[in-house]
């Protein structure tokens, strides 16, 4: 039996895990840390302004595919990826196959990479711990932001859809992938790779967290996301390599960004003190 049926099967289930994240990281109740989110959206218009424009960049892959579209590109570089690496992913996958190992893959690509996301922006929001917050945005906005031009320019197909011994592994347990998830991302948007990059940027700022379950899982769910790319049959190793160097200096100029904000902000409140104390 398929234990997922539909995107909505797959959001039911990215809610749950995000709450059992939450309750793991905290071992507060969910709906205090829901409460805390809420309030600073209410009051905070800096946050509120992060936050939207975090939840905008998530959709610039379908921006970039109805880009892609209008201007018709004809370029195709899977061909010459795949005379560089082989049959290194097939490898992988004919090595590992395995029924459990594919349900298990298929759950961290499809659940556990967005849950991650989310219970990262609402366990640092109820910390107070803003750097990471405004990090992740930053973060996620730079791995859009140089993603995107290899999408549109550099276009290179998934491993299953060209390489005659690699199947797509995720039908198995999904088989309405195709259909459902196909639109959020394209064919051929794999270079570099995000579900790594992201994965990585994660990883990297999740280090900093005061959560030590945080700090430990993160970085262990990126590793086997990274696996998961290769396994279910859908990235090259270079999208790998790529996303690797993204996610680390993403994950980098957020946290460089966001320090230099929040001591921006510390000396305007400084100042403002200052100002009325005189």
Not at 58 to 69: A, I, P, Q, R, S
């Amino acid at each position: 039996m398929s234990p997922f049926h539909s995107m909505t099967h797959a959001t039911v289930y990215i809610v749950i895990t995000v709450l059992i994240f939450l309750i793991a990281a905290t071992r507060k109740s969910p709906f205090n840390i829901a409460g805390s989110f809420v309030q600073e959206i209410f009051t905070s218009r800096k946050y509120l302004i992060h936050f939207v424009a975090l939840i905008t960049i998530l959709f610039f892959n379908k921006v970039e595919m109805w880009v892609e579209k209008s201007i018709d590109i004809k370029t195709d570089f899977t061909k010459s990826i795949y005379g560089i690496e082989g049959n290194f992913v097939s490898a992988i996958q004919h090595f590992f196959h395995n029924d459990t190992l594919t349900l298990v893959s298929s759950y961290f690509y499809v659940v556990i990479f967005p849950a991650v996301m989310i219970a990262s922006i609402a366990l640092y929001t109820y910390q107070k711990n803003y750097k990471l917050f405004y990090a992740i945005c930053y973060a996620l906005m730079f791995n859009y932001m140089i993603a995107i031009p290899f999408y549109l320019f550099f276009p290179v197909n998934e491993v299953w859809s060209f390489h005659p011994n690699v199947k797509l592994l995720i039908l198995d347990v999904f088989p309405t992938f195709e259909q459902d998830y196909r639109p959020l991302s394209g064919l051929d948007n794999c270079f570099p790779s995000l579900h790594t990059s992201i994965s990585v940027s994660m990883a990297v700022i999740a280090v900093k967290s005061r959560s030590t379950f945080w700090k430990i899982f993160v970085p262990c769910s990126s590793a086997f996301i990274i696996f998961t790319i290769f396994y279910l049959g859908i990235h090259w190793l270079s999208d790998m390599c790529a996303g690797v160097v993204l996610g680390v200096v993403a994950a980098r100029v957020g946290l460089r960004i966001a320090d230099g904000r929040l001591v921006l902000g510390e000396q305007a409140l400084l100042k403002r003190l200052k100002n009325n104390e005189l």
